[in-house]
C-alpha cells in the first residue's frame, strides 16, 4: 500500500470516522482536482473503508469510480449546492457525509500490530543472546588460561625465529602473571 493511502487510512482509523470534507483538507492535494480521490475510492471499493454518502455502482455492482472520484472532489469544494463535472451535491451547511473504517482495514492495522510486535521482540531476544553468548564466551576464554597453564619452556622450544620468540615470551609471562 502507498505511504499517501496507508495515511488517508490511518486517519480514518484514528478518528473512527471523518468526514470527506475534513479529510480532503487534510490529505495531500498532487494536482487539485478529482484524480486525487482515486486512492480513496480504491479503498472503498475493496472494502478498507465505507461511505455513508451516495455510492455509484456499475450494472455489475462493482464502483463507478469515475463518478465516486467526481463526487469526492465536489465534497472537497465546500458546503451548500457543489458540482464537479456532471455530479452536483446539495446538502445542509452542517451536513458531511462521513467515511469510517472498514472490516479490511481493521485486519490490516492489527496485523501490521502484531508484526511490529514479532520484530521487537525477535531483537530484544537477539540482543538478550548475543549478551549471553559473549559473556559465556569470555568466561570460558578467561577460565581456560587459567586451569591449563602453558610453560614458557615448551613455548619457546617451539619457536622459529627470535622475534617470535621474544613476543611469545612476553605472553607466556604476562599469562603466568594472573
Avoid at 38 to 47: K, T, W
Avoid at 153 to 178: C, E, F, G, I, N
Amino acid at each position: 500500500m502507498k505511504r499517501s493511502l496507508h495515511q488517508t487510512l490511518k486517519c480514518i482509523y484514528d478518528f473512527d470516522d471523518l468526514g470527506v470534507r475534513k479529510l480532503s483538507e487534510k490529505m495531500h492535494r498532487k494536482h487539485g482536482d478529482h484524480r486525487d480521490f482515486y486512492g480513496l475510492s480504491a479503498l472503498l471499493e475493496a472494502g478498507y473503508i465505507g461511505f455513508t454518502g451516495p455510492i455509484f455502482e456499475t450494472e455489475s455492482g462493482k464502483l463507478d469510480t469515475y463518478r465516486q472520484v467526481r463526487l469526492f472532489q465536489a465534497y472537497s469544494q465546500g458546503y451548500g449546492e457543489q458540482s464537479y463535472d456532471g455530479v452536483t451535491i446539495c446538502e445542509s451547511e452542517h451536513f458531511d457525509s462521513f467515511l469510517y473504517i472498514g472490516p479490511k482495514a481493521i485486519t490490516y492495522f492489527q496485523s501490521k500490530s502484531e508484526m511490529r510486535n514479532g520484530w521487537l521482540i525477535t531483537a530484544v531476544l537477539s540482543l538478550v543472546v548475543a549478551i549471553i553468548s559473549g559473556v559465556s564466551v569470555a568466561y570460558l576464554t578467561s577460565a581456560d588460561t587459567k586451569c591449563c597453564p602453558v610453560s614458557e619452556a615448551h613455548l619457546t622450544s617451539q619457536s622459529s625465529s627470535p622475534v617470535k620468540d621474544a613476543t611469545r615470551t612476553h605472553y607466556v609471562r604476562r599469562m603466568l602473571r594472573r
